[in-house]
């Protein structure tokens, strides 16, 4: 491990460095050509551009100090204000934008943490989360000193209630539900999570980072939602991320809670600094205002109207994945409520689909326990359905026809991974990952 490159001693002119961008973009995943699924939530390239616009017009703004810009500070409050009244808050729910899920859950994680401390004085914390929940959780209690009490979940893959009840100790700062959890789309049952936890009078997060901005729209649009925000009794906060199925830029989340009270809790104070007194929301200090900017605008011009044809249109998109899924064979995993799932198959092995389906350049998430491939479907993957399911219906045959396909390709790195009885030589094995990542 080397770091080769170095600063050059004369610059290159830009217009060659952006050529060099743009080439060096070749062999990247072909988000553009609907062959990627997550990572990227392209609504078209009209409101992408609306979107660069918005973003650029506050390009060099900073969100960090909003007395120098009182129009960053006034589009992040009305984003919160929104958020808050699509996910039954109304005007009592308090909450911020942040960069993205993960600071949305470290911050929750935080708040909860010190709420739980000055209250009731808790000092070795604990939080109850699913297999499922996102890992961020685990990252957050890792940062912020909370133990982690990790609990399974049932057949269709929803959090399992009694070994949240039996997890609960007088240690229990918060227990964390997915609306919906990101491996299969699948909603933990949060009405019986909440009560529980109102019962035991300890947090109640509702992880809607991938709903937030989009179950509101499904159950107007009719669709099957249960109640997972500010209406059911018990929570006390809710993450919801734009840069997903908000469709805003990049970087940006929301964070909200059941009142200001509980808010107070997330903010950090610093009095006896040289440079001036410092207040901050959250974990960031310099904020870039484009991506506050670019969610206030992709709100203000979509609007609820705007947002129930996208997502009447995307669900139609997502019905037809699901069917012509399950007519090759496959099944779905758990009972997905949105525009997320994933699907699994007894007859083949997942990972050598997956492999095949990657051959012809489709990029996909593998995911384990059950064996199963991850789909995110945004309006990028409409025009690709019909060849993605002729793909995947070579993919099932081939996978079929040679079972000897599992010892090769990835196929056979997880099928190793899954053997390994030593947890340490997986972590060993990302630890790599993670320095090869850095090799120039
Ligand atoms: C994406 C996601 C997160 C983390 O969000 P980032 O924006 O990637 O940091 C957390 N929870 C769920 C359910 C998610 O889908």
Same mark, same amino acid.
């Given at each position: 491990m080397e770091n080769k490159v170095t600063l050059p001693k004369k610059g290159t002119a830009r217009e060659t460095v952006l050529s060099a961008l743009s080439e060096?973009?070749?062999?990247?995943?072909?988000?553009?050509?609907?062959?990627?699924?997550?990572?990227?939530?392209?609504?078209?390239?009209?409101?992408?551009?609306?979107?660069?616009?918005?973003?650029?017009?506050? !390009?060099?703004?900073?969100?960090?100090?909003?007395?120098?810009?009182?129009?960053?500070?006034?589009?992040?409050?009305?984003?919160?204000?929104?958020?808050?009244?699509?996910?039954?808050?109304g005007e009592r729910a308090a909450g911020?934008?942040?960069?993205?899920?993960?600071?949305?859950?470290?911050?929750?994680?935080?708040?909860?943490?010190?709420?739980? !401390?000055?209250?009731?004085?808790?000092?070795?914390?604990?939080m109850i989360f699913a297999v499922t929940a996102h890992p961020a959780f685990d990252k957050a209690a890792h940062y912020f000193g909370v133990k982690p009490v990790k609990v399974p979940v049932d057949s269709h893959q929803r959090m399992d209630l009694d070994s949240v009840k039996r997890a609960i100790t007088k240690n229990t700062i918060l227990i964390v539900g997915s609306a919906p959890q990101y491996p299969h789309g699948v909603m933990d049952p949060i009405i019986d999570l909440a009560s529980l936890a109102k019962s035991y009078g300890v947090g109640m997060h509702v992880d809607a980072c991938v709903g937030g901005f989009m179950l509101p729209f499904l159950r107007k649009l009719g669709r099957d939602i249960p109640p997972f925000d500010f209406s059911v009794d018990g929570v006390t906060s809710i993450s919801a991320d734009l840069h997903k199925y /908000?469709?805003?830029?990049? /970087?940006?989340?929301?964070?909200?809670?059941?009142?200001?009270?509980?808010?107070? !809790?997330?903010?950090?104070?610093?009095?006896?600094?040289?440079?001036?007194? !410092?207040?901050?929301?959250?974990?960031? /200090?310099?904020?870039?205002?484009?991506?506050?900017?670019?969610?206030?605008?992709?709100?203000?011009?979509? /609007?609820?109207?705007?947002?129930?044809?996208?997502?009447?249109?995307?669900?139609?998109?997502?019905?037809?994945?699901?069917?012509?899924?399950?007519?090759?064979?496959?099944?779905?995993?758990?009972?997905?409520?949105?525009?997320?799932?994933?699907?699994?198959?007894?007859d083949v092995n997942m990972h050598v689909i997956a492999d095949l389906m990657s051959a012809k350049s489709w990029f996909l998430d593998r995911q384990m326990n059950p064996d199963s491939i991850h789909l995110t479907i945004t309006p990028a993957n409409e025009p690709v359905l019909n060849e993605y399911l002729a793909d995947l219906k070579a993919a099932f045959e081939t996978a079929k026809a040679h079972p000897e396909l599992a010892g090769e390709g990835m196929a056979a790195m997880y099928g190793m991974v899954a053997k390994i009885p030593d947890p340490a030589m997986v972590h060993q094995f990302l630890y790599q990952y993670m320095d090869q990542r850095y090799e120039t």
């Open positions: 060096n973009r070749a062999g990247d995943s072909k988000w553009h050509e609907g062959r990627t699924f997550s990572l990227v939530y392209h609504e078209s390239d009209e409101h992408t551009e609306f979107l660069k616009k918005a973003y650029t017009t506050y !390009f060099h703004e900073n969100g960090l100090n909003p007395g120098a810009f009182p129009s960053i500070r006034k589009y992040e409050a009305e984003v919160v204000s929104i958020a808050a009244h699509l996910l039954g808050g911020s934008m942040t960069s993205g899920g993960s600071e949305s859950v470290m911050m929750a994680v935080k708040t909860h943490r010190d709420w739980a !401390f000055e209250t009731k004085g808790i000092s070795e914390p604990e /908000g469709f805003t830029a990049k /970087g940006a989340s929301c964070l909200l809670f059941c009142d200001k009270e509980l808010r107070r !809790f997330q903010f950090f104070i610093s009095k006896d600094w040289p440079g001036g007194l !410092f207040a901050s929301p959250s974990v960031t /200090g310099t904020r870039p205002a484009g991506s506050i900017a670019a969610a206030w605008a992709t709100l203000n011009a979509l /609007g609820e109207e705007g947002y129930l044809s996208l997502y009447s249109k995307l669900m139609k998109t997502v019905d037809a994945y699901r069917t012509g899924i399950e007519k090759i064979g496959f099944s779905i995993v758990g009972n997905p409520v949105g525009t997320l799932f994933a699907y699994t198959s007894k």
